[in-house]
T-cell receptor, first 109, second 113 residues
């Protein structure tokens, strides 16, 4: 079946440092979504990427979809303490979405 | 828009008891999903409905689990009998399309002792 892998599992950064999480799929995806889950909270939708090579930005967050539509990344520039949480990707193939295991980000002030 | 509403927020029960989790999706969303989240297994899709009809229940772990959606504004996930390994956070989510963004509820934290 479809597998979606995320790395790293955990990332600890100093406030102001950059952060990147990577998502890799075993199959070609029709789209990929990114979610953020704060500690004790629920996943909240951030963005959806559909096109090959697509790049989208939301303030300090940059999302990319690979040319082969099998991988994606989320990059945060100059992290802030409000960025803490777990970032999940969810890849869709043949109408079925699969979540990665997430990358948990902690930010030291 | 009140978002997806789940109840209860927390449930503590003893092994063997029946547990019923409830969900009210966002009005107008045709898809409803039940997920289970644990440290070991991450976010797992249990079942999803389209227009109140169960479409894919391949993620339901065992016959002890059942889900219903009697109308467009209400769904239940039932575990009978419950076991300690069912302890997890159960999320309900709704969306306007099969691959549209998911709107999650606050979840129900279930503890089975």
């Amino acid at each position: 079946g479809q597998q979606v892998m995320q790395i790293p599992q955990y990332q600890h950064v100093q406030e102001g440092e950059d952060f990147t999480t990577y998502c890799n799929s075993s199959t070609t995806l029709s789209n990929i979504q990114w979610y953020k889950q704060r500690p004790g909270g629920h996943p909240v939708f951030l963005i959806q990427l559909v096109k090959s090579g697509e790049v989208k930005k939301q303030k300090r967050l940059t999302f990319q979809f690979g040319e082969a539509k099998k991988n994606s990344s989320l990059h945060i520039t100059a992290t802030q303490t409000t960025d803490v949480g777990t970032y999940f990707c969810a890849g869709t193939n043949a109408g079925k979405s699969t979540f990665g295991d997430g990358t948990t980000l902690t930010v030291k002030p | 828009d009140a978002g997806v509403i789940q109840s209860p927020r927390h449930e503590v029960t003893e092994m063997g008891q029946e547990v019923t989790l409830r969900c009210k999706p966002i009005s107008g969303h045709d898809y409803l999903f039940w997920y289970r989240q644990t440290m070991m297994r991450g976010l797992e899709l249990l079942i999803y409905f389209n227009n109140n009809v169960p479409i894919d229940d391949s993620g339901m772990p065992e016959d002890r689990f059942s889900a219903k959606m009697p109308n467009a504004s209400f769904s239940t996930l039932k575990i009978q009998p419950s076991e300690p390994r069912d302890s997890a956070v159960y999320f309900c989510a709704s969306s306007s399309g099969r691959v549209s963004p998911l709107h999650f509820g606050n979840g129900t934290r279930l503890t089975v002792t």
